[in-house]
């Protein structure tokens, strides 16, 4: 049959066999392709464990390394131990490097944390915890006569309506020059949302801020405890951190 007839002739096609039915117990037939994989893996491990047992049987009884000393192994994991015994300069060095970069990241988070308070304003009074006195703007007059009638909207040239405001108290020329435009319950909302996100990032960076400044308060104490000289502790200072005196030592 010549090559170009050859293709026209129908053929069956050769599907291969799928598992029977009374061995679906058994799971999936196993193909060759999985057989091969499957074949492969364990001639791998095979070869890995004779080599394995080869290097044990020519091993030299008297030979030793120091990791005989500094590894072991935990729960059946090899694991290395660190030399603890590092030089008294090197532990000075690491945490004067350290004692830097807290010294750098404090910085940083207190130049964001004045950008932070300096774009608030104000705080109303429902944010102000309730041990914390509410603020009151005091004025002095000449007579009594002036104080019974004295008029805070006049004198604040405000509306009467903004006088009991601690914050955001225009005047009535800027009342009358700003284009206010009424806004809608969401717009409004947003702007609240805005403001407490605000407020409590102050609130976060003030805490974060107490954190380092104790942190670059211990690694300064640990790094003056490595210098010679005799010390006293003396109790414990703001941060619940003890605190040391060193005895007057006289120098030659």
Known sequence: ???????????????????LAHRQKYGLLEKKKDYKLRAKDYHFKEDRIK???TRAAFRNPDEFYFKMVNAKTKNGVHAAERNAAL???MVQLMKSQDKNYIKFQRDRSKKKLEKLQESIHFVPDDELEQDEPTPKHTLFVDSEKEMRTFDPAKHFDTLPELVGRTFNRPRRETLRQAAFQPRDEEEIKAVERAHDQRFREVLSREEREVQLSKTEHELRLQHALQAKGRKVNVGTDAYGLPKYKWKNDRKR
């Open 1 to 19: 049959m010549s090559a170009s007839l050859r293709n026209v002739v129908q053929r069956r096609n050769h599907k291969e066999r799928g598992q």
């Open 51 to 53: 080599a394995l047992k």
């Open 87 to 89: 030089p008294p300069e």
